[in-house]
């Protein structure tokens, strides 16, 4: 450890006396953990910001309408043919700002409707084929399989658990019929294969939060041999 | 006689450099044949525009055998635009007989020339037809899917002509809808503020738009029981929505001195960053009630967890399937998937949300319907291996294929 430079040591005290002050909230709120938390959101939002700013803002928006604007900042963009497009998005990035001022707060819902609705038309199309038409594809399987001429229990169980399993979730999200009756029985079905399901993504969830926690654990023991060792 | 051979010579010399411009087929950049018997050189390179796409894009096809006495190192891609310069855009494994071209402008005659590169020098070189990208204004391989989609808008639009003429739609009740009035109830007879995370994600995920909707209708029952409400965000364009949405509510349940801008605040883009915020907000502020409906990913248990902890009464909401299990263990109610949808639709009372929202359970109908009659046809062509079975089943799985 003896390599460390000061910079690096620098790195690793603050890195551990934060994640000291983060899992003191398992005790409970504490002022170390008030300060962690502002100084994550802080540091955060501001990290956001500049992201935004300088990938965003200045590449795809001045840089593409106006790019020799902003070459001494991003020489690449100087040979960049002015891409007029471009001022829609800047002319609804700038309506959007009208909300500051009171009177003509209004505009800034055009920009708003056009976020939506553009968002609602374009995940119509890419919902249906990846939410229906493939699930609906995947799920219409032989109830029978056989291999070699002879029959498969296991690839035949798995098929059957497949198929009524997803009509009988479907029918769970049924809501113009009251759950009674075939229906209420499918829908219990449904339920029972939904929660057999969550159980698993649960638990595999949870290992990877462990791996996660060790991983954590694995640096707070980099820090203690940074000094110890 | 001088005079005649250095003629002769210049122009066979300037033949040999201007012949490419008016050949069609003629040797690409530096070839080098060596052994034409040993080293083997790309045959029959196509060039093509491929059908059913917005253009920018050309194929370049070449045969060449899987098997040779020396395999080349790699296969060598020339371009040449309007027929005068060539250049380099891809090297491929020799396995490779294909490649798409993404760099091409449309309208524009691209020729192509494939060399292969061995230990001993390139042969090869042979230039293909032009070959041109066009954009099309329809994607035919995509005919089902705009059928599917008609069907289903017929269904939508239908119930909501239905509605329009005054029909009652019947929509059964949903458990976790009706717990969020009851939670703004406790909220309110304890005196403590309902807390409203209108998931992590922007305003282009369909889950936010659902969530903030629910925003509408949990804002209308605090302005109603002046209860205190606080909604924090994690992206700018929703905290603008959230507060349009809010302020309308408050509007609506004739309240609009009870609402500030400050209801709906922003935090930080950052996803971990937002959660230790909205946990420290939980144990100093203690709402009773904590509501979560929108698009959630690792943030939902640490959430949901913290909200236990403090007592609150907490309902979920979101149609993240691998974020479903931790509200469900730890919220007391949860909306699961589509419900949270049905739940914007059911408490906004809206005739044409509610439409729609028959409408969609026609499209259920018909997905089972779907999957019930191609796995029967799909079990009866495996058990009798009827010609007549399979092809009914594969006609019915050709249906819900899309590229």
Known sequence: MSELSFADHLALWVGAALTFMIFSFLYKDNPFYKFAEHLFVGVSAAYWMVVGFWTTLIPNGIGKVFPEMVSIFLPNLSDTTPNYYFLIPIILGIMMLTRLFGSIGWISRWPMAIIIGFSAGTNLTRYLQSDFIHQVHSSSVPLVVLENGSFAWMATFSNVVLVFGVIAALLYFFFSLEHKGIIGGASKFGIWILMITFGAAFGYTVMARISLLLGRFEFLQKWLQSFLV | MRFKSTYWFS????????????????????????????????????????????????????????????????????????????????????????????????????????QAEYPTGIVGGLISEPAIAKAEWFDRSKINLFVIALILVSFILGYIFYSEKGQRLFIRKIAGIQAIEEAVGRATEMGKPVLFVPGTQDMDNVQTIAGLTILSSVAKMTAKYETKLDVPVSRSITMSTGRETVHEAYLAAGRPDLYSDDIVHYITDEQFGFVAAIDGIMVRDRPAACIYMGAFFAESLILAETGNGIGAIQIAGTAMPTQLPFFVAACDYTLIGEELFAASAYLSGDKRSIAS???????????????????????????????????????????????
């Open chain 2, 11 to 114: 122009l066979s010399l300037l033949l040999f450099f201007i012949h490419p411009l008016f050949a069609n087929q003629v040797l690409s950049p530096n070839p080098t044949v060596t052994n034409p018997f040993v080293e083997v050189a790309p045959e029959n390179v196509v060039a093509k525009d491929l059908p059913n796409n917005s253009g920018k894009v050309l194929q370049v096809s070449w045969n060449f055998p899987d098997t040779l006495p020396i395999m080349p190192r790699t296969i060598k891609i020339y371009r040449y635009e309007h027929d005068t310069i060539s250049k380099h855009i891809a090297d491929v494994t020799p396995n490779v007989k294909s490649f798409l071209d993404t760099s091409v402008m449309n309208g524009i005659p691209y020729r192509y020339s494939v």
């Open chain 2, 357 to 403: 929202l028959k409408g969609q359970d026609m499209g259920k109908a018909f997905a089972i319907v779907l999957i019930a009659v191609t796995a029967l046809f799909s079990t009866l062509s495996v058990i009798t291996g009827n010609e007549f079975f399979t092809n009914i089943s594969t006609f019915l799985l050709n249906l819900t294929i899309s590229k």
